[in-house]
């Protein structure tokens, strides 16, 4: 299975502020998709983000962009003007675009605070 | 529109005692999935159904049996629990299996005892 690695078991953010949340990747695949998702204290996973593999354009969803670095395997997540409700774990996965490619393989996660 | 609904939201078992989470969803997606969150961890692949009447083994399926009861529903069976299968348990489901986006339930927070 593909390794998903999040460095940053725990991050801190001042409202307003802006943070970005890391990710790397192992896999010797070309074509895959790459997702940030968010559990907030109800346990909920809300996709956040997703970006394909085979796009060179770095995906954005409002306030959520990644940086994606394909020859890097690095799959960042900045998230701007920062809200307290996005305190949450975040966690960032994987999905192979092949064959085999039906389970999420899931980093342990970064728990972000949102301090006011 | 509920989406992925997970019942129940909270279990605590005795080991050796049996139960079966429910999830269903009304997203008429035809692939489903069971995924187990450990503390400190990702969520983990316990089982999936590609489609009414198919179910594959994940990363973790030891201990777990599954049944895609129809398209809209897929439980997840503990024949006898142990203290290792204390977990939050998510269900999940996508259009098709190969489709960029899984939607997840609440989960269920098992405690075995």
Not at chain 1, 93 to 110: D, E, H, P, V
Not at chain 2, 77 to 93: G, I, K
Request: glycine share 6%; proline share 4%; with cysteine.
């Amino acid at each position: 299975a593909q390794t998903v690695t999040q460095s940053q078991p725990e991050m801190s953010v001042q409202e307003a502020e802006t943070v970005t949340l890391s990710c790397t990747y192992d896999t010797s695949e070309s074509d895959y998709y790459l997702f940030w998702y968010k559990q907030p204290p109800s346990r909920q996973m809300i996709l956040v983000i997703r970006q394909e593999a085979y796009k060179q354009q770095n995906a954005t969803e409002n306030r959520f962009s990644v940086n994606f670095q394909k020859a890097a395997k690095s799959f960042s997540l900045k998230i701007s003007d920062s809200q307290l409700g996005d305190a949450a774990m975040y966690f960032c996965a994987y999905r192979s675009a092949g064959n085999s490619g039906y389970a999420l393989n899931f980093g342990k996660g970064t728990s972000l605070l949102v301090t006011p | 529109n509920a989406g992925v609904t997970q019942t129940p939201k909270f279990q605590v078992l005795k080991t050796g005692q049996s139960m079966t989470l429910q999830c269903a969803q009304d997203m008429n997606h035809n692939s489903m999935y069971w995924y187990r969150q450990d503390p400190g961890m990702g969520l983990r692949l316990i089982y999936y159904s590609a489609s009414e009447g198919t179910t594959d083994k994940g990363e973790v399926p030891n201990g777990y049996n599954v049944s895609r009861l129809n398209k809209r529903e897929f439980s997840l069976r503990l024949e006898s629990a142990a203290p290792s299968q204390t977990s939050v348990y998510f269900c999940a489901s996508s259009e098709e299996w190969w489709s960029q986006t899984q939607y997840f339930g609440p989960g269920t927070r098992l405690t075995v005892l």
